[in-house]
């Protein structure tokens, strides 16, 4: 005879006890209820990821992280702006949006600051950026920086430039 917590599963005749399979069957149901659970929680924190886009600034030449620095990412339909949002990038030179239902064909990204160059395009296509990611063209210092860079899916990576002296100096003045 074999016992489960005090449980016996076979009685004398070697039937199935009719307590111990309504505890089977419960068990099944909690254990394949939890596992659905357990899909439906994967499946709604992909499909909202896929809502998100990280932009990574870098310097154009160095490559590293530009922290502190406002990006604005716009959405436009017939030359009418219907959508705009602002965040600074971290430490890590990281900013991160959440764009709105219907997700755009296109999205533009500025980035110029009184102290930083524009190094990149400034409209891009959010099929590819949420898919593969998006390293933009860097059109300062010959697009040649130290290392190769690579972009998640969802990322896109744009580069900039500290501006000079006189380069501010000439913003200033009108």
């Known amino acids: 005879m074999l016992s489960l917590n005090h449980i016996t599963l076979r009685g004398s005749w070697g039937m199935i006890h009719p307590e111990a399979a309504g505890r089977r ?16 929680i994967t499946c ?4 909202s990821a896929s809502k998100i886009i990280t932009v990574r600034l870098l310097d154009a030449k160095t490559g590293k992280p530009l922290a502190k620095n406002g990006v604005t990412l716009t959405i436009s339909e017939n030359g009418k702006v219907v959508f705009r949002s602002h965040s600074n990038t971290n430490s890590n030179g990281v900013a991160v949006f959440n764009l709105p239902e219907p997700i755009p064909e296109r999205i533009g ?3 110029a600051t009184a102290d930083l ?12 950026i949420l898919t593969a990611g998006l390293v933009s063209k860097n059109r300062c210092y010959a697009g040649k920086l130290p290392r190769a860079v690579t972009a998640r ?9 500290p501006l000079t002296f006189w380069e501010r100096t000439r913003r200033e003045i009108p």
């Open 44 to 47: 709604a924190r992909t499909l």
């Open 109 to 111: 990204l500025t980035y």
């Open 153 to 161: 899916p969802g990322e896109i990576i744009l580069f900039g430039r």
């Open 117 to 128: 160059g524009t190094c990149s395009d400034v409209e891009f296509p959010t099929g590819e």
């Open 25 to 40: 069957a419960l068990r099944k149901f909690i254990y394949t209820t939890l596992g659905l659970i357990f899909v439906f």
